[in-house]
């Protein structure tokens, strides 16, 4: 008999009572580890990556078809070491917030004198500044009384001044708490927009209204010569935004391209064109000035080069009529050799016979193309056609990354072809970085599929090239924080993350100087001296660089106008009108002492100095007002002096300095206005005084209008 028994379940069950077998699972296919080599003969292979034992041994090549799946331990316990880091970071941070949260007290409801004590020393507050009280200020003018409660809403007294321990701020402020609250309450009041980086280093900032809706037009020794547009043949020319004719196919096709009709046209304009150089002219640019003004891109092996140039074949045609276009307008802007010819189109014959030639390669890539589509892309940007010279750098950039010059695994273990790859490369990355700065628009790349180390001297190469390629690794550097500056500062809205993301970019511009070699620093107070080698070209231009990106950096915060200045911002104008003034004293040492071959690199510099230096000329500190009206003239003689009048941007700079002066009833000769001690200035007190009240509601309407 069948036993019967009651479950715990409260139903029935029968013990002989047996459950169904369960279909079996069909067995699901496990992927294998093993290379496809040592698979199919069948073998234990090690699975290292990317070239496992067996086929290293062999001398064959190594393949998995699908990614290893084992769990790397050394990385497991290095995953633990940070997590137990990241977890020591986390309770020391924790500490300090609770000791910054004890030591603050509510901004109402106490007594005005707390925070500084009785004896009014002064508190650090963690920033870097030193706060002062009234009764310790040496040079301030009376204050008014101390700011109270909330409901009195007097007036805040801000002074600063530099003292020999760092930045002094008078203030009526009698605790670090309201201190606090007004300084976050300044930085949250602070709309930043992609508007303020676009407009940083273009003419625009620097134009006043009535004169930037002015139309593109030629300008300087040339203005009675019109720009020769480049012509397609059959395709039609649209105009871009920036004024440059862009030349389209009627098909389509792409802008570096060349239809019949043009290639006809540019032999028939050969025998007639003015904008080429006699054969023994070019030679001499060739062995004179290619290597040493060319600086976007440093050959290897010159020797080599220049024997492949005189030889009977040449060099690639591509190549050659790429260096000759560039060679030509250079040579006829910097060194004068071709007197009474226009520069504006100077070497287009050579530039399109190059367009033609790329037609039949750009779809193969080489690191001849490449050397080629940096000389293009220089040459666009003398003509001042960016907008077209984009397209040579874009290609440059899928050419170089098409041949992996942007892998470290796969550089040819040749010293020379390996330093030659990674020069190509890097030379385009820097050109492709510093286009899309000018243009607010992103890379073409992404920093973390680079990790090919930075070109360096050969031994083989003379100290120049040392200069030449240092100059390019920290220009790439400092390049590198602008564009952190531009794609990050803008995106942070909240007080404490901005003034975080502030401190994070000051630091890696600290840290930029201090990696800069020592032959490479000036100082404002040092004196130059020139050394009569590349060296000094670099050490302006860098250190031009260096000072823009400061004003780059704290342009975002400047007073505007008709509004009163917070203290943040007062900061920011000290640390630009600081930048700006050592920029135009660089302008002028440059000016006096070296040539201006490379003077392109630092125009930006230029045009924002230009824009404090505006904001600075109308202020109340008469010194402050005097210095600034004094650098506005400077530079405008300065670039008037110089070789790139023919440029549109040069000749708008001067343009916008003279309106300037002219609708502000400005002197315009340098003998008109007192010569001003840029030191005391610079140590000069900076003063500004608002009310509580309007500040705080503004800051409210600020955080409404967000959350609408």
């Known amino acids: 008999m069948s036993s019967v028994f009651v479950s715990d379940s409260g139903g029935f069950s029968q013990s002989n009572s047996q459950k169904p077998p369960e279909p079996a699972r069909p067995k699901r296919p496990r992927p294998s580890l093993a290379c496809i080599r040592c698979r199919k003969k069948k073998v234990k292979c090690d699975f290292v990556q990317p070239t496992c ?69 002064s508190v650090g507050a963690g920033t870097g500044f030193q706060v002062f009280d009234d009764d310790n200020s040496m040079s301030s003018p009376r204050l008014m009384s101390p700011l109270g409660s909330r409901e009195s809403q007097q007036p805040v007294t801000w002074k600063l001044s530099l003292s020999p321990s760092g930045l002094r701020i008078d203030t009526n402020i009698a605790s670090v708490a309201d201190l606090y609250r007004i300084l976050l309450n300044g930085i949250s009041q602070l709309n930043i927009n992609s508007d303020s980086t676009t407009n940083l280093f273009s003419t625009d900032s620097i134009r006043s209204d009535s004169s930037k809706s002015r139309q593109h037009k030629a300008w300087g020794r040339y203005a009675q010569r019109a720009v020769k547009p480049v012509d397609t043949g059959s395709g039609s020319a649209a105009a871009s935004d920036d004024g440059t004719n862009i030349s389209r196919d009627g098909n389509g096709g792409k802008l570096w391209e060349v239809d019949e009709n043009e290639a006809r046209k540019i032999i028939q304009e050969r025998q007639s064109a003015n904008d080429t150089v006699p054969k023994e002219t070019l030679d001499s640019l060739m062995q004179t000035c290619y290597h040493r003004c060319f600086l976007s891109y440093q050959i290897v092996d010159k020797d080599a080069f220049m024997q492949e140039y005189t030889s009977t074949t040449g060099l690639n045609p591509l190549l050659a009529n790429s260096i000759s276009a560039w060679v030509a307008k250079h040579g006829c802007v910097y060194h004068n050799a071709c007197p009474g010819q226009d520069p504006s189109t100077m070497g287009e014959t050579y530039f399109k016979n190059a367009r033609q030639l790329l037609k039949k390669c750009f779809d193969i890539s080489n690191a001849t193309t490449v050397h080629a589509l940096l000389n293009l892309y220089m040459y666009q940007l003398s003509s001042e056609r960016s907008s077209l010279a984009y397209l040579y750098i874009g290609l440059a950039i899928r050419m170089a990354q098409d041949l992996k010059f942007h892998k470290k695994e796969h550089m ?28 607010n628009r992103p890379t073409m790349v992404d920093d973390k599929d680079c990790d090919l180390e930075y070109p360096i001297k050969l031994d083989s190469e003379d100290e120049e090239t040392g200069y030449r390629i240092d100059f390019c690794v920290h220009s790439i550097k400092l390049m590198k924080i602008r564009k952190d500056i531009m794609k990050h500062l803008p995106s942070e809205q909240s007080g404490q993350s901005l003034l975080s993301a502030i401190s994070r970019l000051e630091n890696a511009l600290t840290n930029w100087l201090s990696e800069l070699p020592q032959y490479l620093h000036l100082e404002p107070e040092n004196v130059f001296h020139k050394s009569n080698n590349f060296s000094d070209d670099a050490t302006l231009i860098l250190n031009i660089q260096y000072q823009t990106t400061w004003i780059m950096l704290h342009k975002f915060f400047l007073p505007k106008q008709n509004q009163t200045a917070t203290p943040v911002a007062l900061l920011s104008l000290n640390i630009c009108t600081k930048s700006a003034n050592f920029i135009t004293k660089m302008l002028d040492i440059y000016a006096k002492n070296i040539p201006w071959c490379q003077f392109f690199y630092a125009l930006d510099g230029v045009i924002a100095s230009v824009a404090i230096h505006q904001s600075n000329a109308l202020s109340e500190e008469k010194d402050v007002a005097l210095l600034a009206q004094r650098n506005l003239i400077l530079t405008a003689d300065i670039l008037r002096g110089s070789p790139l009048l023919y440029m549109e941007k040069v000749n708008e700079i001067i343009e916008s300095i003279d309106s300037f002066l002219k609708q502000n009833d400005l002197p315009m000769d340098l003998s008109k206005l007192p010569v001003v001690n840029e030191e005391r200035v610079n140590q000069q007190s900076i003063y500004s005084v608002f009310h509580p009240a309007v500040f705080d509601s503004k800051a409210g309407q600020q955080q409404q209008q967000q959350q609408q």
């Open 53 to 121: 034992g067996r086929c290293a041994n062999a001398g064959l090549p190594c393949s998995y078809a699908t990614p290893p799946r084992r769990v790397d331990g050394q990385a497991f316990d290095q995953l633990g070491n940070h997590v137990e880091e990241l977890k020591e970071r986390m309770q020391k941070m924790q500490t300090e917030l609770a000791l910054i949260k004890s030591n603050l007290h509510p901004f109402s409801g106490r007594d005005s004198n707390e925070g500084f004590g009785a004896s009014g020393s």
């Open 412 to 439: 040819p273990t040749d010293p020379k072809q390996r330093e030659t790859n990674k020069r190509l490369w890097w030379s385009a990355y820097w050109l492709d970085l510093c286009a899309a700065l000018e243009s």
